[in-house]
């Protein structure tokens, strides 16, 4: 009987030892599937989050020229001789030009002359020597232009897609326009007995004008009514002003007979002629 109860301990406690072998073994896959389930939740969580943060990631942008707005300009009416305009003030948002556009029925035609390469920021009383002077009086539309691509050269209309208009804050192309009256070239103040009496020459809207005949002896006086500089300048050399300013005047004695042809170094178009008897 004794033997019985012995073995059927043995038996139970077998029995026992298995069950706690199985429960440990089945204690361990929990384990490993809980970890691996975790990983792949941390794997997919930070997927989504890359994913979230690469859409909200603006995308670069390719590098920018020279800003091109907010620019502002400011040209009153005036009176000129007609060889240059004046800008009373302009504002650019970088480097750039001044470009007098001529009338084209009522808004900005062809160019008519360009300033010097202006920096960024406010800029006051600009003038601009306009590529011909105004024949009369006429409207002009003084516009920005930027210097695209930073070379200090105006070439808008010669390369193609640089150095355009400049734009205001709200979107449209800085430009305005300016009544210009043209007036001739005043030399009602001269007193000719002190400037050669009738042997005078005057420079005026881009033109010489006065005595063609002189006799041998004669010194004759060139004065310069024109804003813009000129030069009284022998085609032989005889005789060479150099620059003369507005109101500057130069004199020479011509001393031998001859036809001397003459011109204006800083304007080739401008000529003349004048006749020396004997």
């Known amino acids: 009987m004794n033997n019985f109860h012995n073995s059927f301990r043995t038996v139970i406690a077998l029995g026992a030892g298995v069950a ?149 804050a709200d979107g449209d192309v800085a430009v305005v326009p300016a009544n210009v009256v043209v007036a001739a070239g005043d030399s009602a103040g001269t007193d000719e007995s002190a400037e050669g009496g009738d042997n005078t020459i005057t420079i005026a809207n881009f033109t010489f004008d006065g005595v063609t005949e002189v006799p041998v002896g004669t010194t004759v006086v060139v004065v310069n009514n024109d804003a813009a500089p000129h030069t009284w300048t022998a085609d032989d050399g005889t005789f060479d002003s150099g620059a003369l300013n507005e109101g500057d005047t130069f004199e020479f004695t011509f001393d031998e007979a001859g036809e001397f042809a003459y011109h204006c170094n800083f304007h080739p178009s401008m000529t003349g002629t004048i006749v020396v008897t004997g």
Do not use: K
């Not at 020597?129 to 409207?139: K, V």
């Open 20 to 168: 706690l072998t199985l429960a440990a073994c089945g204690g361990d896959d929990d384990d490993t599937a809980g970890t691996v389930s975790t990983e792949a939740t941390e794997a997919t969580e930070a997927t989504e989050a890359t994913e979230a943060t690469e859409a909200t990631e603006p995308a670069s942008e390719p590098a920018e020229g020279p800003a091109t707005a907010p620019a502002t300009i400011v040209a009153d009416d005036q009176d000129s001789d007609g060889s240059s305009i004046v800008v009373a003030q302009v504002d650019l948002p970088a480097a750039g030009f001044i470009a007098v556009h001529a009338d084209g029925g009522g808004s900005p035609g062809p160019v008519i002359g360009v300033s010097e390469l202006l920096p960024a920021g406010s800029t006051n009383d600009v003038t601009v020597t306009l590529d011909e002077p105004l024949a009369a009086d006429a409207t002009v539309f003084p516009m920005v232009h930027i210097d695209t691509d930073d070379n200090g050269v105006y070439e808008f209309g010669t390369v193609e897609g640089v150095d355009g208009p400049g734009l205001t």
